[in-house]
């Protein structure tokens, strides 16, 4: 298998038609946890439309996505903020999550040059560790390591660096489950560095 051919397979797992989904966001702070509930609809990489659901100072809070331009409605102002810019690099509900890191799910083949740098075992399973280098301007992560999972071909674990070369966040997975014939994980785990 090429690293073309690995990363092909991975976006393919990650990225579907369409979906539906029920997520839920666990945001710990210093002093309390926060657990906010949403349901997803997806279609393709372009349109995305999210409703937040719990706890009720979020609830009927709403996001929808076309293309590159995302808008948030928010029931206690009654109005709708199209984020853009400087903004999207803000948290998501308090998390570590940034808006840039919802918008960017084109697939990766398309974003990144990809080279092997090794392989690792990690709790028994083996992965490939991959170098991915921006080939597009303007990503959020110009470089960025992941370690590929070789029997689910996921990205289990990725570093995501800045230009300039600092580690700025981690990104985990975890709860993998064949879902309509594909591998997807059920865990999510963002952290700033």
């Given amino acids: 298998m090429s690293v073309q051919d ?4 991975m976006d393919e797992n990650l990225n579907a ?10 945001v710990h702070g210093r002093r309390t946890n926060r657990t906010i509930e949403s349901k997803n609809w997806v279609i393709g990489i372009d349109l995305a439309f999210t409703e937040y659901l719990s706890p009720p100072r979020e609830k009927g809070t ?28 803000q948290s ?17 083949i398309e974003l990144y040059e990809a080279s092997l740098e090794g392989s690792v075992e990690i709790d028994g399973r083996s992965h490939w560790i991959m170098l991915l280098e921006a080939k597009v301007k303007g990503l959020s992560y110009p470089k960025r390591r992941a370690w590929i999972d070789k029997e689910y071909l996921l990205p289990m674990k990725e570093e995501l660096y800045a230009k300039s070369g600092k580690l700025l966040k ?3 997975m975890s709860g993998v489950r064949k879902v309509q014939g594909r591998w997807f994980p059920s865990q999510f785990i963002y952290k700033d560095e």
Wanted: avoid cysteine.
């Fill in 17 to 26: 038609k369409s979906r539906v989904l029920t997520s839920k966001m666990v």
């Fill in 62 to 89: 709403k996001m929808l996505k076309l293309g590159d331009k995302l808008w948030t409605y928010s029931p206690q102002t009654d109005r709708v903020i199209q984020i853009s810019g400087h903004m999207l690099r």
């Fill in 170 to 172: 981690t990104s985990t």
């Fill in 6 to 9: 690995i990363i092909r397979a």
């Fill in 92 to 108: 998501v509900m308090g998390s570590d999550m940034s808006y840039n890191d919802m918008m960017e799910d084109r697939p990766l």
